[in-house]
């Protein structure tokens, strides 16, 4: 505490600079999430049950090292003057290079040379993003132990995940050449993106300060797998958040091409997919500057399953209505995906606060100081979840009649990809929903509680 009070007051440069962090790390994934299956599958020429064990095998080693890193960030410091910044340099300038191999068009290469690179290229671009992410997760923590200033936090890293995202909005106008996905042109942008990273990686580098200095440096060195592993399962909240995050990723974060697919074939012009992406960050942005004041008065975990509950019922509707492929149609579709939107949205802007609160009572459990170790469990099973939902996403497509080859769908496959695509969302929210309400078990009166405690020590 004595070395907090020497260092720069917590305020926007914080906010901002952490905010860069996951705007870095979202210029690569969110890239990732929304069109490396569709490049794949449309321009490269693998079939989907290659796709589906490929990225299982390449989201099990992920989630693998996901673990290991997390446990040498927290046994290994490399600088004296940073726990988790090093890391994430190092992991920035491989993020970069793999990135644009992941969007390489590896055209000429046989089906076995297609399939080697794009395991290969996703398994290393797995291991640099987790050198950025998981001490990044970790120095939520790190930067202030006010709970409020953690909201901020966690809602400021939701607003630098959302430029990334607003560039993807407008990307189906530029990679798509004729209602066709354009390999040559998903390449630039890779590059593009890859560059931007790095730019803002840097950035964050020199505007957050790590305040939190902790005294037991010497107890973080005898972390214990093990120990660790039982105080994440033995803590109800982290497990309730997991299986929420879980659920959506599944079913939410692994649909983003799906929706891609909808307006390609279902409403044949990919190019309006922009609209729906817009609607779905518009309760983003209008939540954001309410999250903190909100978050305060009714709590966290009421807060989710309201806006979850909202969402489900607003799913349920749009399975029944009249959604034509039309310009009628896509009005009806983009108003409610808008509405399905809310409780995602909400789950996103505060899921980092409640991880860091899981993880500062994880600390009050035992005593240990173990984030990074944490954190990367719990990103385990976020990564492991990418991997069965992009598996999941493949071959339920297949089922429901898509040839990934093909220009056009037949009208009841492209109905199909329609129904599928709602189905998942309205899967994972009421999972969302239900795990928050029921698991979860830090109330209102608890976070009050917490919050009291840390301004106390301060």
């Known amino acids: ?17 952490y905010a860069f962090g996951d705007m870095g790390c979202n210029f690569s994934f969110q890239l990732v999430s929304a069109y490396m299956y569709l490049f794949y599958t449309q321009c490269i020429g693998l079939s989907a049950e290659n796709w589906a064990w490929i990225i299982v095998v390449s989201k099990v080693w992920d989630a693998i090292n996901d673990i290991l890193i997390g446990n040498m960030v927290d046994r290994k410091r490399i600088s004296k003057k940073s726990k988790f910044m090093p890391w994430i340099a190092i992991g920035a300038v491989f993020l970069v290079v793999t990135s644009i191999m992941l969007f ?13 690179w794009c395991l290969a290229s996703y398994c290393l671009w797995s291991v640099a993003y987790t050198m950025i992410n998981v001490p990044y997760g970790s120095l939520h923590s790190v930067i202030t132990e006010d709970p409020k200033q953690r909201t901020t936090l966690s809602t400021f890293r939701s607003i630098g995940a959302s430029l ?5 909005m407008i ?32 950035a964050m580098r020199k505007m957050v300060t790590e305040r939190v200095v902790r005294e ?8 214990n797998y093990i120990s660790t592993v039982k105080s994440f399962f033995s803590n109800r909240a982290m497990l309730a958040i997991t299986i929420a995050t879980v659920a959506v990723v599944i079913f939410y974060n692994s649909t983003m091409s799906v929706n891609n697919l909808v307006f390609q074939f279902y409403f044949n012009d990919a190019g309006k997919a922009t609209l729906a992406m817009i609607a779905s960050y518009l309760p983003l942005i209008a939540f954001m500057p309410f999250a903190s004041s909100i978050v305060a008065k009714i709590g966290k975990k009421k807060l989710i399953t309201i806006s979850g509950a909202i969402s489900v019922i607003a799913g349920l509707i749009m399975l029944v209505l009249p959604i034509t492929p039309d310009n009628k149609g896509i009005l009806i579709y983009v108003i409610g995906l808008m509405v399905v939107n809310v409780g995602c949205c909400v789950f996103q802007i505060i899921v980092w606060a409640i991880i860091a609160d899981c993880i500062e009572m994880s600390y009050r459990k035992k005593g240990v100081r173990e984030e990074a170790s944490l954190y990367a469990l719990y990103s385990f099973f976020r990564k492991l979840s990418q991997g069965i939902g992009s598996a ?15 220009v056009t769908q037949t009208a009841e496959a492209s109905k199909n990809i329609k129904n599928l695509y709602i189905i998942f969302l309205v899967i994972g929210l009421a999972v969302m929903t239900l795990s928050m309400w029921f698991i979860y078990n830090i109330d209102y009166k608890q976070e009050q509680a917490f919050a009291q405690h ?5």
């Open 1 to 17: 505490m004595e070395n907090a009070q020497r260092l720069r007051p917590f305020g926007m440069r914080d906010k901002i600079g």
């Open 104 to 116: 390489t068009p590896v055209t000429g290469f046989s089906q076995l040379g297609k399939i080697i």
């Open 164 to 168: 990334p995202a607003v560039l993807i």
């Open 171 to 202: 990307l189906p106008k530029v990679v798509y050449k004729d209602n066709q996905l354009s390999s040559d042109r998903l390449f630039i942008v890779a590059i593009i993106f890859s560059v931007l990273a790095f730019i803002v990686f840097f």
């Open 216 to 223: 037991d440096a010497p107890q973080a060195q005898k972390v």
């Open 392 to 406: 999941l996403v493949a071959l339920a497509l297949s089922k429901v009649g898509y040839v990934e080859t093909a």
């Open 454 to 458: 840390n301004e106390e020590q301060n």
